[in-house]
T-cell receptor
Framework: AQSVTQLDSHVSVSEGTPVLLRCNYSSSYSPSLFWYVQHPNKGLQLLLK??????LVKGINGFEAEFKKSETSFHLTKPSAHMSDAAEYFC????????????FGKGTRLHILP | GAGVSQSPSNKVTEKGKDVELRCDPI?????LYWYRQSLGQGLEFLIY????????KSGLPSDRFSAERTGGSVSTLTIQRTQQEDSAVYLCASSPPGREGREQFFGPGTRLTVL
């Protein structure tokens, strides 16, 4: 069975400081992992994805995530937050078995303080 | 190419009425998902179609909710006897076949308001 846990429902950081959004997963197989972003009143947008290639994945808008199998984690980071990063972020696990559904985390709302 | 489309974009209905929401996935995508997102909340999984397999209906909140997917393409989500708590944005997503990297492509959603 697959599962994904986003450890923080809300994260607040000051503009210009680093961002860390935590995600842990559980999977019987080596999954594909994704981060999606949803800005207020906007649709969901793919931020980045991991598919068993390089463990450090770079995405759009300066975000990156590192797949750590030993820790079953896929945390999202950005060196310096910008006001436009304020949004909801979702960690997603996509199992290798295509009959298993893709699973969304409950989301982390990122607040950027001026 | 064309993305996932949903119609209508907005639907206002009266409590007790039935509504149908439509999703046109990306051509060739074998998997189709319906989610519900209430105001300020995360995504709530509703139902999952994969090819010709029996759908995973485990997320449907009550028997008032049903969905079908005709010909492995277009899907319709039906809500019978709508209640005010059904008000939400209903999102559809599709994903391509294959074992790796099955990212989801989302439609713009249908905003349902039940008065």
């Amino acid at each position: 069975a697959q599962s994904v846990t986003q450890l923080d429902s809300h994260v607040s950081v000051s503009e210009g400081t680093p961002v860390l959004l935590r995600c842990n997963y559980s999977s019987s197989y080596s999954p594909s992992l994704f981060w999606y972003v949803q800005h207020p009143n906007k649709g969901l947008q793919l931020l980045l994805k991991y598919t068993s290639a390089a463990t450090l994945v770079k995405g759009i808008n300066g975000f990156e995530a590192e797949f750590k199998k030993s820790e079953t984690s896929f945390h999202l980071t950005k060196p310096s937050a910008h006001m436009s990063d304020a949004a909801e972020y979702f960690c997603v696990v996509s199992p290798m078995n295509r009959d298993d559904k893709i699973i969304f985390g409950k989301g982390t709302r990122l607040h950027i303080l001026p | 190419g064309a993305g996932v489309s949903q119609s209508p974009s907005n639907k206002v209905t009266e409590k007790g009425k039935d509504v149908e929401l439509r999703c046109d996935p990306i051509s060739g995508h074998t998997a189709l998902y319906w989610y519900r997102q209430s105001l300020g909340q995360g995504l709530e999984f509703l139902i999952y179609f994969q090819g010709n397999s029996a759908p995973d209906k485990s997320g449907l909140p009550s028997d008032r909710f049903s969905a079908e997917r005709t010909g492995g393409s277009v899907s319709t989500l039906t809500i019978q006897r709508t209640q005010q708590e059904d008000s939400a944005v209903y999102l559809c997503a599709s994903s391509p076949p294959g074992r790796e990297g099955r990212e989801q492509f989302f439609g713009p959603g249908t905003r349902l308001t039940v008065l």
